[in-house]
DNA sequence: TTGGGAATGCGGCATTTTGTCGCACCCCAT
DNA sequence: ATGGGGTGCGACAAAATGCCGCATTCCCAA
């Protein structure tokens, strides 16, 4: 799966979790690429504007900013970026804006630099299997929080107002892990 | 947001449900839209080739070819063609994949008639508000388990072990409600 | 710049809703 | 008849929720 073995290709690896950060920035580098971190979107961005990276691997919940934000500024700086969002609370919701908003794939973690650097090559094709099982109560109930949230812009109180349910038990559960994504 | 209504949008839905199909076609030509019903790619093909629909609700899932093809021929017969995916087995992948292909959302059944048309951002008739009020959690997880406990001929068991809850539960919430639905 | 209204992130309970077991039937195919 | 599901349902512990309150932080309009 030698997709790039020329010359290194720059890689921008953002994510708050900085042990997560070093063991993945280590695998990556590893496998060919030239890795710049960054712990926000923040500290982020001006890197990207220097020097827009080939590749980029972009976290999505992390303290500020959301990653999305992040999404859509490297997509603009350089359209030819190819663009992987990585998240632990995985929705549907948010993948449909993250590549909306330019993203070439949306994983789950955990992913490892495998599944990461496959992602990079992968090309959109109407051939892929569907799910033979019916999701599970609790991730159709994450999924359908998501969106609703997602359509709120995030306002966690409005979100909880317009589902009928208590602010705290909605923050309870989005601080939960999401059930297992439907494959 | 240029909100033009004054004639109606054509909408093309394909399902191979056909009572939902009638159900749901019937909530949107009642929204304003002209509805023109397919009940799988082969079909729709054809009808979207002679006249291109403004708007499009495609389910993935349905006997004979997966409609994410589809989703990319109405993309390249029409860019301008907003598209909604609808499912009952959602996943991130296919939702990431049918947005790349051209899909405008990615929704999971159950969905009703009012969260399609808020996905499409575009409001028929201004005179109706734009509610949208999202289903409460609640509604939504009856809905889908009489979907999956139809599926499986009104096995309690079986569904119970497919929606990963316990059976004991599911008799519960069966037992519990006669009287759902609160809009 | 400064209030004030709205959001947010918690820590506690009192209540409900679950997960789990067990048990008593029913079918039905072996 | 016998074993393997499936179905109801009671009981009780464990977990989730509803519902406070409070300290902060945001944001916007005066």
């Known amino acids: ?3 790039l073995s020329a010359d ?3 890689l921008l690896l953002v994510d708050d979790d900085q042990t997560f950060c070093t063991v993945l920035s280590r695998a990556l580098e590893k496998r060919g690429f030239i890795v710049t971190l960054a712990h926000s ?3 982020a961005l001006p890197l990207a504007k220097v020097n827009p990276p080939e590749f980029a691997v972009v976290d999505l919940k992390m303290s500020g900013v ?3 934000v992040l999404v859509q500024a490297l997509h603009e700086l350089d359209a030819a970026t190819r663009i992987v969002v990585l998240t632990g609370y995985a929705s549907i919701a948010t993948a ?3 590549v909306k908003l330019g993203a070439t794939q949306y994983l789950a973690k955990p992913a490892n630099a495998d599944e990461i650097v496959a992602a990079f090559g992968h090309s959109p094709s109407p051939n892929l299997p569907l799910n033979a099982q019916p999701s599970s109560v609790d991730r159709l109930e994450w999924e359908h929080i998501q969106r609703v949230l997602q359509e709120q812009q ?3 109180s409005a979100t909880a107002r317009l589902l009928n349910m208590h602010r ?3 923050q309870r559960k989005l601080a939960k892990r999401p059930a297992p994504s439907p494959a």
Chains 1, 2 share one sequence.
Do not use: D, H, K
Request: hydrophobic share 40%; charged share 15%.
């Open 168 to 170: 705290r038990t909605l």
């Open 66 to 68: 959301s990653g999305l």
């Open 154 to 156: 995030g306002n966690i």
């Open 41 to 43: 979107v923040e500290q």
């Open 96 to 98: 449909v804006e993250a």
């Open 1 to 3: 799966m030698n997709i």
């Open 8 to 10: 290194s290709p720059s």
